[in-house]
């Protein structure tokens, strides 16, 4: 019985979103770990380049409601003052039934205003694609009240398109003071573009507003930022994200002493308590891995299974003479 009652939770979730509300876009715990889907601006913050690889199954026990991947690669252009980068993420809800491909190009300027402050400006375009596997569905008069099994079809109406492709652009101001602090906004799908099966014309991606910064505390020589790889450093960082009606906050701090890192994250959507996010990761060398786990604190309730989430990142120099010339990364937490 509990099979079904996921089945039809999982398609009343993906039909409303079909038929009457607005879509939302997928969030990572290790906001810093995706950091060109997090703000555009930080397309080519490090010092050479980057390859960063995000995985997230979140609520795993409702039918696999949602897993999203994506890969991206950004790269530092310093003769240019610049960064570059591409992103191409899946996103498949309820096991597959609704799926959304995108593919984004990025670019970033950075502006030295001071010796202390860095600005970063940066824009995004993307396609989108989505796709809705009707048969994937099960609706309310599929099922028999009497015992929980699918007896037949449904009378829902299916729609005339199964696909749906859009073009989107974004933006995203970063500002950094030496390696002490960092604090970026970004606004996403600033062309609000619809995505309806059913030629409903409002039915759009909301914009999306994201604020967030984090400080770079120096545990063991007691100051802000200036760190060295033995040294122990406490980053909080928080998030604040609005898309429509929908609000959310995280709030937390990672401890860092090479190659280990370890945070601890609350996430709060103001309506009520969404998780708390636990946090390890490991960096060796040029390399990165990272994992999380979401407790989930909200109604949905423990049988959901929470969220995990891996994380893998390489940095790497293309160009020699890019290791000779002095270029200022972002200092931003790994994760």
């Known amino acids: 019985m509990y099979k079904y009652f996921r089945f039809i939770l999982v398609s009343a979730i993906l039909l409303g979103g079909v038929l009457t509300t ?27 380049g980057r390859v960063n690889l995000n995985y997230r199954n979140q609520w795993p026990g409702l039918s696999n409601a949602y897993a999203t991947y994506n890969v991206s690669y950004d790269q530092n252009l310093p003769g240019i003052n ?24 990025f670019y970033a300027y950075k502006l030295r205003v001071s010796e202390p402050i860095t600005i970063n400006f940066g824009v995004k375009a993307s396609y989108y694609q989505e796709h809705l596997n009707w048969e994937k569905l099960v609706f309310a008069d599929q099922i028999n009240s009497a015992t929980g099994e699918i007896t037949g079809p449904t009378s829902e109406s299916p729609p005339s398109s199964f696909n749906i492709s859009v073009v989107d652009f974004s933006a995203g101001l970063l500002m950094s003071y030496y390696d002490m602090f960092i604090i970026g906004l970004a606004v996403d799908h600033l062309t609000q573009p619809q995505l309806s099966f059913y030629d409903d014309p409002n039915s759009t991606l909301d914009m999306k507003i994201t604020a967030h910064g984090s400080v770079n505390i120096n545990l063991t020589q007691g100051m802000l930022g200036s760190y060295d790889e033995d040294d122990i450093m406490l980053q909080p960082s928080v998030l604040y994200m609005q898309q429509g009606k929908f609000h959310q906050l995280n709030a937390g701090l990672y401890v860092t002493k090479y190659p280990f890192v370890v945070g601890a994250y609350y996430r709060h959507n103001f309506q009520n308590p969404d998780a708390a996010i636990v946090l390890v990761g490991l960096t060796f060398n040029n390399f990165r891995v990272g994992y999380s786990y979401d407790v989930t604190m909200s109604n949905v309730g423990g049988k959901a299974g929470g969220a995990h989430e891996i994380s893998l990142a390489w940095d790497f120099c293309i160009y020699k003479e890019q290791k000779r010339r002095k270029i200022r990364a972002i200092k931003a937490p790994s994760f």
Request: charged share 10%; with cysteine; net charge negative.
């Open 82 to 105: 610049s960064g570059f980068g591409i992103l191409v993420m899946s996103d498949q809800q309820g096991d597959g039934a609704l799926s959304r491909t995108s593919a984004s190009a």
């Open 22 to 48: 607005f879509a939302q876009d997928p969030q990572f715990s290790q906001f810093y770990a995706n950091p060109l889907y997090l703000n555009p601006a930080m397309a080519g913050a490090t010092e050479c």
